[in-house]
């Protein structure tokens, strides 16, 4: 064990990721807390891409590639099978995608798996555009985020939507558990995932994971970037478990988000104005939360 | 299966299937670096941060519970050094 982490890796060196990329922790990590009984889904995107480029794999555990609208109904199917052979609690079944694979397109399958209850854990790596195809905007683009469809011109700064809230939509199926992370802190991502395995039914985690090529900023910056977001206040980190809503790591005195913004090169173009309007609307959404651990069994009804 | 030769000697199995786990080893990323990390072993705490968030899984545990970097596959982010607690990997450009 090194800090805390166990060494063997079951993702390999030699993949095509950009350097400096956080997607790659996410996925490097939660494949050591889930070990090597374990089979990987994973939708379109980055990481399907850099991590197998034909007859190239830079996977360690067997590994399914399904589309961006089908893969947890892959995932599905796995979970059938492996109950059909009497294998199901020996073998973890992780199911990867992105933020296009869940905000947006994958959607309707990922809300059907979880509707029918299969056993999976969803790891949603969200670096907020489609970066893949070259960074246009999604459901996870946050306000005036600047993506190639949503550029920053003189009139119409950067996306004018807000961030879906993904982790309520999925914690509103009534499924047990349900995570935010951030690979700032990646402790508590793994003992995430490790307690996403040991849930019954089908569980959740969205980790916040930056792009230096999207968002603009030195490949060096990755860590520092999410750590921000999460001590701004932006990307908060709690955690649904059997319909309570819990913060992990509650920020008391948080820092502006002006500090956040200015380190990336896809909000350089907000105005003072602009930059009080994403202050509003990181508190609105943080307090927002906090009302719900209040009320202690918020989503209790709906499991 | 039946196996096929198709292009540059791969084998072609059914469904496309890639029989050799982690096989993206083959391909050495080191040539992407601009910049080259270089730690230093003497002030080096081993507390495996750098380790933790690298990126391209470039850093290795010695026996000996030091840690060194694979430059084979080491892509130059910069990531470890800009992590590491003691401030003791420095990056220096890379001279050809």
């Known amino acids: ?303 | 299966m039946q196996n096929k030769k198709i292009n540059k000697g791969y084998k072609l199995l059914i469904g496309a299937v890639i029989d050799e786990p982690g096989s993206s080893e083959k391909n050495k990323t080191g040539s992407w670096r601009t910049f080259i990390p270089i730690i230093d072993q003497e002030k080096c705490i081993k507390c495996g941060i750098c380790w933790m968030d690298c990126p391209d899984m470039a850093i290795k545990k010695n026996a000996d519970g030091t840690f060194a970097i694979d430059y084979a596959f080491c892509k130059g982010c910069g990531i470890c050094a800009k992590q590491c607690p003691t401030k003791v990997i420095s990056m220096k450009l890379e001279g050809k």
């Open chain 1, 1 to 303: 064990m090194i800090a805390g982490l166990p060494e063997e890796e079951y993702f390999s060196s030699g993949h095509r990721a950009c350097a400096g990329c956080g997607e790659i922790l996410a996925v490097r990590h939660a494949l050591k807390a889930s070990g090597k009984n374990t089979i990987a889904v994973m939708a379109t995107g980055c990481m399907e891409v850099v991590s197998t480029p034909y007859p190239e794999s830079s996977w360690k555990v067997p590994w399914v590639h399904g589309a961006f609208e089908n893969h947890p109904a892959i995932a599905s199917g796995i979970d059938a099978a492996l109950k059909a052979l009497g294998k199901r609690d020996k073998i973890n079944l992780l199911v990867f995608g992105g933020d296009g694979a869940y905000f947006d397109i994958g959607f309707q399958a990922l809300s059907g798996a979880l509707e029918r209850g299969h056993k999976a854990t969803y790891i949603c790596t969200d670096d907020e555009a489609y970066m893949n195809t070259g960074v246009q905007r999604s459901g996870a683009t946050p306000p005036f985020g600047a993506t190639t469809t949503s550029p920053a011109g003189k009139k119409i700064h950067g996306k004018q939507q807000a961030k879906k809230p993904l982790p309520l939509i999925v914690a509103a199926h009534g499924i047990r558990y349900v995570a935010t992370a951030s690979v700032s802190n990646i402790q508590d991502y793994y003992k995430k995932v490790q307690k996403a395995l040991a849930t019954e039914g089908p569980s959740f985690i969205h980790v916040f994971t930056p792009c230096p090529t999207g968002w603009y900023y030195d490949s060096a910056d990755t860590i520092e970037i999410a750590r921000l977001a999460v001590e701004c206040r932006f990307q908060p980190i709690y955690e649904i478990e059997n319909g309570a809503l819990k913060f992990t790591s509650k920020i008391e005195n948080p820092k502006p988000v002006a500090e956040y913004l200015q380190k990336q090169g896809r909000f350089k173009h907000l105005g003072k104005e602009e930059t009080e309007f994403v202050q509003k609307y990181v508190d609105e959404r943080y307090n927002f939360l906090l009302e719900l651990e209040k009320q202690k069994k918020a989503f209790d009804v709906l499991l």
